[in-house]
Each structure stands twice: as C-alpha cells, then as structure tokens.
T-cell receptor
Framework: DTAVSQTPKYLVTQMGNDKSIKCEQN?????MYWYKQDSKKFLKIMFS???????INETVPNRFSPKSPDKAHLNLHINSLELGDSAVYFC????????????????FGPGTRLTVL | GQNIDQPTEMTATEGAIVQINCTYQ??????LFWYQQHAGEAPTFLSY??LDGLEEKGRFSSFLSRSKGYSYLLLKELQMKDSASYLC??????????WGAGTKLIIKP
C-alpha cells in the first residue's frame, strides 16, 4: 500500500503553461509538505500545511500555490511555468507535533520530475 | 545564515565501515535527521537525534554533539545496496527542516 503518492511521476511542458501536481497520503497524517529538489540535490521546503495553517517559504514565487481539498490531499499548482522551475518536486507528510510543524519523521512521495521546455 | 555542510562524495569498500560527517548552523535547534536517497527515488528516513550521543539502529548509527553543531552517520558492514546519497537535515527553532546537499556514497566491491 502506497503511503504517500504523487501524480504524475513525470511532467514535461512548455514555458508559460499552468500545471498541477497531485499528492495524496493514506497515513492519517495532519501535516503535509511540498519540497523542490534542484539539480544540485538541495531539498528546499516550499510549503507546509495542516488543517489549521499554511506556512509558505517566502522565497517561493506566488506562481506556486498549494490547494488542499481535504486532509489527505495537498496539490501543487504552478502558473506561468518558467525554465527554472524544472526540478523534482516531492510531497511529504508527517503526524502533527506540538507545533504546526511536526518533529516526527516525514514520509516522502516518489517525486514528480518536472521539465519545462 | 543557516547552513548545513557535508562532504559531496565518499567512496568505501563493501564490508567496511564509513562515517559521514555533517556540521550545521541554524537559528535554534530542534533535532537532526539523516535520510537515505537512492538515485531517482524519494528520501527515506534513517534517524533522528535531538540529544547528545550515539543512537544505534542495526548497521546504521547516528551521533550528535549539540555544543559542536556536529553529527555523523556511521554505516557498518557496508553492502552494495548502501550506495546512495545521505542527506543531513537540521530542524531550526521554527521547526523548519534545513537540508544539506547530501553525500553521495559509492560502494566498491
């Protein structure tokens, strides 16, 4: 049984397009995350979200927006795609901790490799 | 600023022991994680240290010194399947994970 799943696994698109990546977790976790891993393998957090609060990394352009239809899903919408958006995007989830960001183990999805042409 | 340093690449021999070091500078500290990431796959959790000392888990152990801002991951009895990148990540005072770039470990027969 897949714990954290993402679709699509690969996404190739033209500059300027709008695209979405879906993420679902069946672990019953309260907190979900989106990360961007660039070609240098740095993992950069983009958003963390639970049913109470969205925390945005201020360096993330507002072309990126998370949408959570329910606790088990956190989708990532990207408008006006740019070449620099090419990367692997990981979704993750974790149980809720004392604060809105958990110190517990994060479980990662398989990643979505986005290529912008 | 916040920073995580770890070696870019290490090479070791099957059956041997390897230690991957990580130093961190963060605004506050709420623990340190080690993750393993095979090429083309998602990171998977290995360990979490928040207190000083050594935590052993099978062939893998993780050590933390908060006063020195230092951690290491020790891998014993290396197997070919241990070839992967090992990511060090520190949790800052806002409970944000600050990630290192990872250490690519190459295991040779």
């Amino acid at each position: 049984d897949t714990a954290v799943s993402q679709t699509p696994k690969y996404l190739v698109t033209q500059m300027g397009n709008d695209k979405s990546i879906k993420c679902e977790q069946n672990l019953g976790h309260d907190t979900m995350y989106w990360y961007k891993q660039d070609s240098k393998k740095f993992l950069k957090i983009m958003f963390s979200y639970n049913n109470k609060e969205l925390i945005i990394n201020e360096t993330v352009p507002n072309r990126f927006s998370p949408k959570s239809p329910d606790k088990a899903h956190l989708n990532l919408h990207i408008n006006s795609l740019e070449l620099g958006d090419s990367a692997v995007y990981f979704c993750a989830s974790s149980p809720m901790g004392e604060t809105h960001i958990s110190t517990d183990t994060q479980y990662f999805g398989p990643g979505t490799r986005l290529t912008v042409l | 600023g916040q920073n995580i340093d770890q070696p870019t690449e290490m090479t070791a021999t099957e059956g041997a022991i390897v230690q991957i070091n990580c130093t961190y500078q963060t605004s506050g500290f709420n623990g340190l994680f080690w993750y393993q990431q095979h090429a083309g796959e998602a990171p998977t959790f290995l360990s979490y240290n928040v207190l000083d000392g050594l935590e052993e888990k099978g062939r893998f152990s993780s050590f933390l010194s908060r006063s020195k801002g230092y951690s290491y991951l020790l891998l014993k009895e290396l197997q070919m399947k241990d070839s992967a990148s090992y990511l060090c990540a520190a949790l800052d005072s806002n409970y944000q994970l600050i990630w290192g770039a990872g250490t690519k470990l190459i295991i040779k027969p």
